[in-house]
């Protein structure tokens, strides 16, 4: 039996923080009160997927590496930042997957009557060596069904997603993830949540992926601390992405209340200034919005016009902050709709713990079921408009070029937690 649960994005998963940098070789210090993440200067374990990328990296010519100098003033240091980088992005896609995996596995069925369990791609299983997995990210998720090579029929079931997280990247064009040594033993973590050693480090991985719960959803006999939620791995992801300076990560009550002062006053003036209009709040906005079709279109159409940019965008906190208050104060102003107009008038929506949260007109959270017209229409309705503000209202920058890359991450994120099934004769797709 399962209960809904809203986690608590303010708080780290030190367990599972701690033995994912275990994993990737990484340890965590503090230098004049800043957090910073480094390469471990003693206890290195050869079977780490930092050290077996700088074992690759070392057998290649690094000249033909762009801007190589921007990765360090020596070899030693170049070494390092580049094969940190090719790590972050393998585990950034890797994170982002196990949250597609678990929102493939909410429903009880899918719409072409699969199993379930024909939905657990991420184990030793279906990816017993690096290789699958850059057969997974370049030859499934970056591809349609039709150009998808026939013999994968292991992932058939998998949806095609379109974005830049599974394009090679420059350095990928150098080293891919499929050149990493398979085999290599990784001794367990001192806290470890598996019980017992894995075979190499890809089995280590996969098994402590597996250990947690990616789902949103606990099960009442589940310790809560196995629930990772997309907040969390924000804050993970902006941990690691800021390894060189130390990281500050802005707690969610603080960014819930910053997006929400700023976004109701723009959203207040920007209709004051459109309409002619005196409002001094959204409730007054509210009332001031006519019902009819018209006069919603054209209230979305000055609402979509509001934009926002973060100049120290870092993990993308603030914007996911301020997506999901947008996509509030629309239901609030009476004019989010689904695709044919019509309102979602008697759901509720509200912002919990820096979750977006929508509840049926009984009090219930929205969970998605893609056998049932009702609940598509839901879903589509907060994809659709959550990909609008994304795509049109959104925008940041950063000293870092790497914050751009986890920004973008985190949106992706807050779009497949809407993500929604396609009727399709021959393979499901999101």
């Known amino acids: 039996m399962f209960y809904n649960i809203i986690p608590d994005a303010n708080k780290l998963n030190t367990d599972f923080y701690n033995e994912l940098l275990h994993i990737l070789g990484l340890t965590e210090t503090k230098t004049d009160g800043k957090i910073k993440i480094e390469r471990k200067t003693k206890d290195r374990n ?100 039709e150009n998808r090579p026939a013999y994968l029929d292991e992932f058939k079931n998998l949806p095609y997603l379109n974005s830049s997280l599974f394009e090679e990247t420059d350095l990928e064009k150098i080293l891919n993830i499929s050149r990493l040594p398979n085999n290599v033993p990784l001794p367990l973590f001192t806290t470890s949540v598996l019980p017992k050693r894995a075979k190499d480090t890809l089995h280590y991985l996969l098994q402590f992926l597996n250990s947690y719960n990616f789902s949103g959803l606990q099960n009442e006999e589940e310790n809560p601390n196995k629930l990772i939620s997309a907040s969390v791995l924000g804050l993970i992801f902006e941990k690691i992405n800021g390894y060189k300076d130390g990281s500050f990560f802005t707690p969610s009550s603080i960014t819930m209340y910053m997006s929400r002062e700023a976004i109701s006053r723009a959203v207040v003036e920007k209709f004051n200034q459109r309409k002619g209009w005196n409002c001094n709040s959204i409730e ?147």
């Open 46 to 145: 050869v079977g780490s997927l930092l050290e077996l990328t700088i074992a690759q990296l070392q057998t290649l010519d690094l000249s033909q590496v762009e801007e190589l100098n921007s990765y360090g003033d020596n070899t030693q240091e170049q070494l390092f930042n580049i094969a940190l980088t090719l790590v972050i992005t393998w585990i950034n896609r890797i994170l982002f997957l196990k949250l597609l995996e678990a929102q493939l596995q909410k429903s009880p069925t899918l719409p072409d009557g699969s199993e379930i369990s024909k939905m657990d791609f991420l184990t030793h299983e279906k990816i017993n060596v690096f290789a699958k997995l850059n057969t997974l990210f370049f030859q499934v998720l970056a591809q349609t069904y």
């Open 284 to 430: 007054d906005l509210h009332n001031h919005i006519g019902l009819n079709r018209e006069d919603i279109i054209e209230a979305n159409n000055i609402f979509n016009s509001i934009r926002i940019c973060d100049p120290a965008v870092g993990s993308g906190h603030f914007l996911v902050s301020a997506l999901n208050e947008m996509i509030f104060i629309k239901n609030q102003l009476g004019i989010l709709t689904d695709k044919n107009g019509k309102t979602l008038w008697n759901y509720g929506v509200s912002v919990e713990n820096d979750e977006l949260i929508i509840r049926y007109p009984d009090g219930e959270i929205f969970t998605y079921n893609p056998n049932k017209p009702e609940s598509q229409r839901i879903q589509e309705t907060f994809f659709k408009e959550k990909q609008k503000i994304i795509e049109n209202c959104l925008f940041g920058v950063d000293i870092n070029p790497n914050s751009v890359k986890i920004c973008q991450l985190r949106l992706w994120i807050e779009l497949l937690k809407h993500s929604f099934y396609i009727p399709c004769t021959v393979n499901p797709a999101l």
